[in-house]
């Protein structure tokens, strides 16, 4: 089984298929088949509300999505105060510490 880099409450990029390029977060993960669960919030005009929209997505067409420099990246880990932290490789920012928007879209 391969190493799943992504939980539950993360914010992620989709690098291929048919949904190339939505930014959504992780609903649940099914580590037996390797699915995510993606909620991608969708502003529907015409009635002017916002919907949930949930997909379902191989992590490997997933890449972790840093808010702070607005670029998908990999996640490593590192040690600080004998605490394990993962964070972001392209920026070095810690995922724990990133706040995420409500509205994805904006």
């Known amino acids: 089984m391969k190493k799943i880099f992504v939980k539950t409450g993360d914010q992620v990029k989709v690098i291929s298929g048919s949904k190339k390029g939505m930014i959504g977060q992780v609903k649940s993960l099914n580590k037996k088949h390797g699915l995510a669960c993606i909620v991608d919030q969708k502003i529907i005009e015409k009635d002017s509300f916002s ?28 040690f600080l105060n004998q605490k394990k932290y993962r964070y972001f490789k392209c920026s070095g920012n810690l995922v724990e510490e990133q706040i995420f928007p409500k509205n994805l879209l904006s």
């Open 51 to 78: 919907k949930d929209v949930s997909f379902f997505f191989h992590i490997s067409n997933l890449m972790n999505y840093d808010f702070r420099v607005k670029k998908a990246s990999r996640i490593g880990s590192k």
